[in-house]
């Protein structure tokens, strides 16, 4: 499991920051065979304010950008995407999530450690590229 780096109840941020993930698959593959080892990727995402997140799925990203008019950014050091935005009670909101781009490079690292496989943590709510990503992930793979 290689998710809620920061949870509901922590200071905002990735959910699943790439060098994270590197360093939990770095030292499993020093205790577990790594044919052993399955990585859980995450699929969802946190609106934060202040120290007080909710979870949520891709769908509701989506509506958050449309509904307040900002964009997402790759954040470059964690490669999980995020967003700022301030509500109608003038409250301000930061949110990230997990969609098929951030997947990509989660992926990229269970390849680098030839482990067994993946796993993903709230199927159903996902960003509909995700599955497109995974597949070409692992044809690129073979």
């Not at 909710?54 to 989506?62: L, N, P, Q, W």
């Not at 030839?114 to 070409?136: M, Y």
């Amino acid at each position: 499991m290689a998710y809620d780096y920061h949870w509901s109840t922590s200071e905002a941020g990735s959910i699943a920051p790439a060098s994270w993930v590197d360093d939990v698959l770095s030292f499993a593959v020093t205790q577990i065979p790594k044919e052993k080892i399955y990585l859980g990727i995450p699929l969802y995402g946190y609106d934060w304010i202040e120290m007080q997140a909710k979870d949520f799925v891709f769908e509701d990203v989506s509506t958050l950008l449309d509904k307040y008019k900002v964009k997402a950014a790759l954040d470059s050091d964690s490669k999980s995407k995020f967003f700022d935005y301030t509500d109608s009670d003038d409250t301000s909101h930061e949110v990230w999530f997990e969609d098929s781009d951030t997947i990509s490079f989660k992926l990229q690292i269970a390849e680098k450690y030839e482990i067994g496989g993946v796993d993903f943590w709230r199927l159903g709510g996902e960003d509909g590229k995700v599955w497109s990503t995974v597949g070409k992930e692992l044809a690129d793979s073979r």
